[in-house]
């Protein structure tokens, strides 16, 4: 079975903290995504990496950036987070390549709270 | 952009009761998925079905892409169904979109 884990299920950090996320996967998938989840405004893409070292933005870049120097592990980072950042984040990773499915497999969720 | 609604928005039922979910998309997609997200938050995988029909257990899954739809049938409904599921259509590799989810309510 597909295994992702985040760090932790819950988070609470004040304005301006530096906050990592991590994600890591068990099934050498090529690629990992980050979304954040929102009631009203559903799942929204932030960053998805498609290989080590490379990264592109999703739709909702802004205030976040990311690191995949490793295949199974992929960071999200909130620079100075801010209160408008609480949500829920969900990492999710899916093979590529011909003959293979790019079916999603998500993590369990961090309900981040920023006072 | 690709437009994914889900219907109905809420459903409450009563225990040992069949349902069915249905997911419009308005363009054509690689592949759909449905998840199950319990009360915890976590996304489980139900089907991944860009095309056809799937059976596991008590759900079954149909999509039929010319018509831009998918179905999902929850038979016998117990307790441990209710939650939030979410169709959701792949336009490639790393552009997946959501619906709004269907709020599952089966009560004992």
């Known amino acids: 079975d597909v295994k992702v884990t985040q760090s932790s299920r819950y988070l609470v950090k004040r304005t301006g903290e530096k906050v990592f996320l991590e994600c890591v996967q068990d099934m050498d998938h090529e690629n990992m995504f980050w979304y954040r989840q929102d009631p009203g405004l559903g799942l929204r893409l932030i960053y998805f990496s498609y290989d080590v070292k490379m990264k592109e933005k999703g739709d909702i870049p802004e205030g976040y950036s990311v690191s995949r120097e490793k295949k199974e592990r992929f960071s999200l980072i909130l620079e100075s987070a801010s209160t408008n950042q609480t949500s829920m984040y969900l990492c999710a990773s899916s093979p590529t390549g011909p003959g293979r499915s790019n079916e999603q497999f998500f993590g369990p969720g961090t309900r981040l709270t920023v006072l | 952009g690709i437009q994914v609604e889900q219907s109905p928005p809420d459903l409450i039922l009563q225990e040992g009761a069949n349902s069915t979910l249905r997911c419009n998309f308005s363009?054509?997609?690689?592949?759909l998925q449905w998840f199950h997200q319990n009360p915890w938050g976590q996304l489980i995988n139900l089907f991944y079905i860009p095309s056809g029909t799937k059976q596991n257990g008590r759900l079954s899954a149909t999509t039929v892409a010319t018509e831009r739809y998918s179905l999902l049938y929850i038979s016998s409904s117990q307790t441990t169904d209710s939650g939030v599921y979410f169709c959701?259509?792949?336009?490639?590799?790393?552009?997946?979109?959501f619906g709004a989810g269907t709020r599952l309510t089966v009560k004992p």
């Open positions: 363009d054509s997609v690689n592949n």
């Open positions: 959701a259509v792949c336009i490639s590799d790393n552009d997946m979109r």
